[in-house]
């Protein structure tokens, strides 16, 4: 039976706790539109913008990237509105909850993947926050100086904890919103898609490079919260209808992930967009927006959507590192996060930024796409019944060799078919250069696991 607590609900505030399960008689996040605007606060950002501009470096001409976008957004998705459903049900966190294949141990595993993800993230929106802060300044502005600023901000919210980050991002969404509708409509009559030809792919082998690599970045995007789902819902009452947790999370991903993606790729067909989508985003928004005095203060207000993003990174950076049996609060874990990920930042994503983007985002998609299907496979042995209250018993969890094993063979199929800037794996080689890791990583681990488990269940009953 689950544990009961005495104490009042906690209902908003400085969270003292961090991966301990919440109790049913303390959940009192009740407001369940919440859970569509934090992920529509976290996602209509830069960043997202700055995702679809790559399209110019895979020539699917604006349809083709079009429904790439569509189509590989609603499949990355997907894991994360079921996933978000599970936080009500069991008043867990995501990383605890792996647990329940992984075992106690094991779980440590996808929890440093997902520590550094966490990092990865962070380093990602907050180079582009500055770059935005730079280019407003005309360079006067150090990149540091912005980072350490946008990083300062995002910490002094995202370590009060669940509470005050579902506030701030239930209002997060509405300037950006008002922003990017600004523009997106003075950059329209410069829009020429027909500028962006997908006349080079001229083989189905080409089409088929251009859909995997693009879509596999989109893809990781989208899956990129997978790993955080039950950690802001954990807090609603048991009996909230699963149905529209899920909707609200589908939601709160897809239709800032299209609308924003789909404005990356019009902005790349501005004239000399396609020269800037090479770089982080600040240039290729000015070019859209020139340089009068409106333009600067929309290009200064959009850094500050870096924060939105940031802030369930944070968060969630210090619930999986807690995992790991690191005896520190989660608030202090929150501020080392922000240091390690603003030192990433000035040292690896200032160069090269589109390619390193594109780079980490497949990488996510990689061990997203073993861990997502590790984790629906076992769901689907359990029936989505998980005895919360077992979380951290490690002789009522599995012992985790199936999932640890699965996952290591899903990274290592995945490794003949990535295709970094670093490597290029030999069946990535003989498809003409695409990028089929995440597929491979997918297929591989879920079946292996499918069969490993059912062993495993045989052989340790439990």
Request: proline share 4%.
């Amino acid at each position: 039976m689950a544990t009961v607590s005495t104490e009042k609900p906690q209902q908003a505030g400085f969270e003292v706790t961090g991966i301990e399960r919440v109790a049913e008689n303390d959940r009192a996040h009740t407001q369940l539109l919440d859970t569509m605007w934090l992920w529509w606060s976290a996602n209509a950002v830069v960043a997202t913008v700055a995702l679809g501009a790559i399209n110019i470096f895979f020539s699917l001409g604006f349809w083709g990237s079009f429904i790439v976008i569509v189509a590989f957004n609603i499949l990355g998705v997907l894991p994360v509105a079921y996933l978000s459903t599970l936080g009500p049900k069991t008043g867990l966190a995501q990383m605890p909850l792996t647990r329940f294949s992984f075992g106690l141990q094991g779980a440590k595993l996808p929890a440093i993947f997902n520590a550094l993800a966490c990092i990865g993230w962070s380093a990602v929106n907050a180079t582009i926050g500055a770059s935005l802060l730079v280019s407003w300044s005309g360079g006067k502005i150090p990149e540091w100086a912005a980072l350490i600023f946008l990083a300062t901000i995002t910490t002094a919210v995202s370590v009060f904890g669940y509470f005050i980050v579902h506030r701030y991002e239930r209002i997060a969404w509405i300037p950006m919103l008002l922003l990017f509708g600004y523009v997106f409509f003075v950059a329209a009559p410069h829009f020429d898609i027909g500028s962006l030809s997908a006349s080079s792919l001229a083989t189905p082998l080409a089409i088929f490079v251009g859909v995997a690599s693009f879509g596999g970045a989109i893809f990781g995007y989208a899956i990129g919260w997978s790993s955080y789902a039950a950690d802001y819902t954990r807090r609603q009452p048991v009996n909230t209808p699963a149905g529209k947790v899920f909707l609200y999370a589908f939601l709160g991903v897809t239709i800032p992930c299209i609308l924003l993606e789909t404005l990356g790729v019009l902005l790349t067909s501005i004239k000399g967009g396609a020269a800037l989508a090479g770089g982080a985003p600040g240039p290729l928004l000015t070019n859209a927006l020139g340089t009068g005095t409106i333009a600067g203060i929309v290009i200064v207000l959009l850094a500050f959507s870096t924060i939105a993003n940031n802030v369930p990174n944070d968060y969630s950076f210090a619930l999986s590192t807690q995992v790991l049996g690191l005896r520190i609060k989660r608030w202090i874990l929150t501020i080392v996060g922000a240091v390690i990920y603003v030192a990433l930042a000035l040292y690896w994503f200032q160069k090269n930024f589109s390619q390193n983007l594109d780079n980490f985002l497949l990488l996510i998609a990689y061990w997203l796409g073993a861990y997502v299907t590790i984790f629906l496979v076992e769901n689907w042995f359990r029936k989505g019944q998980y005895p919360a209250e077992d979380y951290e018993t490690a002789s009522k969890l599995p012992v985790g060799i199936a999932a640890i094993v699965s996952m290591v063979v899903g990274l290592g199929a995945a490794v003949l078919g990535m295709s970094q800037q670093l490597f290029v794996g030999p069946l990535s080689k003989a498809l003409g250069g695409a990028d089929i890791g995440f597929p491979l990583a997918i297929i591989a681990s879920g079946v292996l696991y499918f069969i490993l488990r059912r062993w495993e269940m045989s052989r340790y009953k439990r």
